[in-house]
């Protein structure tokens, strides 16, 4: 697997929890990195961002203030901590790692960690 996430587990609400983005086997440090999150029936969608010095960082407004987002290239990952938890919160988070060189879209997926945020 190139990407793996860890991390994920039974969260109280109001509580916190970091996920670990590690990859494997690419130019780590050459990639956008991004989280995704399903929650249960609805679509997979984006929830924040990195680029690749970590200069440029974005969140979805849903989790703006309580979503954070990292990276250490050096050792090939990236890191979201989430505060502040709510049952909303409850999702599979994914990580996601592209990069467009000379027009050609590369892109690897984990697959996923799951977060439950329940009393």
């Known amino acids: 697997d190139h990407i793996v996430e860890s991390g994920g587990g039974f969260v109280q609400p109001g509580g916190s929890v970091a996920l670990t983005c590690t990859a494997s086997g690419f130019n780590f440090s050459a990639y956008h990195i991004q989280w995704h999150r399903q929650r249960p029936g609805k679509e997979r969608e984006l929830v924040a961002g990195i680029n690749q010095d970590s200069r440029s960082i974005g969140f979805v407004d849903a989790v703006k203030g309580r979503f954070n987002i990292s990276r250490e290239n050096s050792k090939n990952t990236v890191y979201l901590q989430i505060h502040r938890l709510i049952p909303e919160d409850t999702a599979v988070y994914y990580c996601?790692?592209?990069?467009?060189?000379?027009?050609?879209?590369?892109?690897?997926w984990g697959k996923g960690t799951l977060v439950t945020v329940s009393a």
């Open positions: 996601r790692a592209h990069v467009v060189i000379q027009g050609i879209r590369t892109e690897y």
